[in-house]
Every structure is written in C-alpha cells, then in structure tokens.
C-alpha cells in the first residue's frame, strides 16, 4: 500500500465505504470526530504523499491525533490524544495517553477500527505511556517515551504560516507546513532519527457514511 492509498484508505474508512459486508451485518456504529493532527516524517518539504504523489523511498514518521470533539455509539471522544508512529506500509503502533480515563479508552478502542483503518491495519500494538505536548507560536513539540518531536513553522510571504488547502483526504484541512528539528523513534526492531523533514499541522474532520 502506497502513501497516497493509505491516506485515502484512512479517507475512506472515515467515510464508512472500506468496511467488511460482516461489519456491517454485525452494525456498524454511527460516529464523528473532529481532530488536531501533528505529524513529521522522514520526506522532504514539502511531502509528496500528501499531495497524492507517494514517495517510493522509505517514509518513517509520527503523527499525533487529538480528538476535540466527537462521540461513537453514544461515547464521548473528546478529550482522546494518542500518538502513531509508523514506517509506512509495513507497520505502525500506537501510544495512548495514560491520561485518558476508562471510558476514554474504551471509546478510543471502538473507534479506532473505523476512523483510523489504515493504521489499524498494519499495527504491532497499543501502549498506554505518558504523552507530553507542547504548543509555542512557531514551536510544537510532542513526545512519548519511545518517540520525540520538535517541529518549526515554516515562513512564507512576510513570514506568515505557508497554510495549503484541497488535498486529498479529510485529514488534510487547514494544513499549515512545518519542519522537524527533531524526530526520533526507538522502539524493539525501529530506530530512526531525522532533521530538516517534513512536518505538518492539520484537522481531521470525518465521520460514517
């Protein structure tokens, strides 16, 4: 699976079009999310994968998700921050905040088949670690013990944010480009460490059909 299939693979799973005929048998929940997206990946700016152009080199990254709003079968996902880092097409796991409360986490587990399929289905696994996250003007970092990330805006015309709008899946609104300073990951069999690649801001807005 190529970049541009698993961003649209993740589009579409939000759209409800991706799910198995038993899903459906076996009723598939109504939901809707609205989320803050961070990412770095080890591309050069701007990524070409985001833009419907996947690369064919290896892409390693981290891409934080922070539910603002939204509910899964009467469940409550506001407040469900967790990180995903991946080398794209092989695997992916997630880091959960170990803040989230039980019934968070039961909500984060119902959802993540749905909205986040692309990454679901290649995942080595789910922990429950400390996630920091910092937001300065120009500054964001995020971090978990096996993953660190310092980005930077990138400035554009008068040194405003370089914002792009119209890519290709509802995880690209409103996104702004930014650079890593940092991005680390190590964990059992991944080690990577990178500067200078791509980075981005975004909001994902998705829900089922």
Request: aromatic share 10%; with cysteine.
């Amino acid at each position: 699976m190529n970049r541009r299939d698993f961003n649209f693979t993740i589009g579409t799973a939000a759209l409800g079009t991706v799910l198995s005929p038993a899903a459906f048998a076996a009723g598939t929940p109504a939901w809707a999310l609205e989320a803050d997206v961070a990412e770095c990946c080890s591309c050069a700016i701007p990524c070409p994968c985001n833009f419907g152009r996947p690369t064919d080199k290896t892409c390693e990254g981290n891409r934080l998700i922070q539910i603002e709003q939204g509910q899964i079968d009467g469940l409550d996902l506001a407040g469900i921050d967790f990180l995903v880092s991946f080398e794209m097409r092989k695997w992916a796991r997630f880091y959960v905040s170990d803040a989230l409360s039980d019934a968070q986490y039961a909500a984060f587990e119902r959802i993540l088949p749905l909205a986040f399929a692309g990454f679901d289905k290649i995942s080595r696994g789910v922990e429950r670690v400390k996630l920091t996250v910092a937001r300065e003007a120009a500054l964001l970092r995020f971090s978990t013990p096996a993953s660190n990330v310092e980005m930077k805006l990138v400035a554009g015309l008068d040194r405003a944010p370089i914002r792009i709008t119209g890519l290709p899946s509802p995880v690209f609104h409103d996104y702004v480009q930014y650079e890593s300073i940092v991005h680390e990951h190590r964990s059992e069999g991944a080690s990577w460490s990178h500067s200078g690649t791509n980075g981005f801001t975004s909001r994902m807005i998705a829900k089922s059909a």
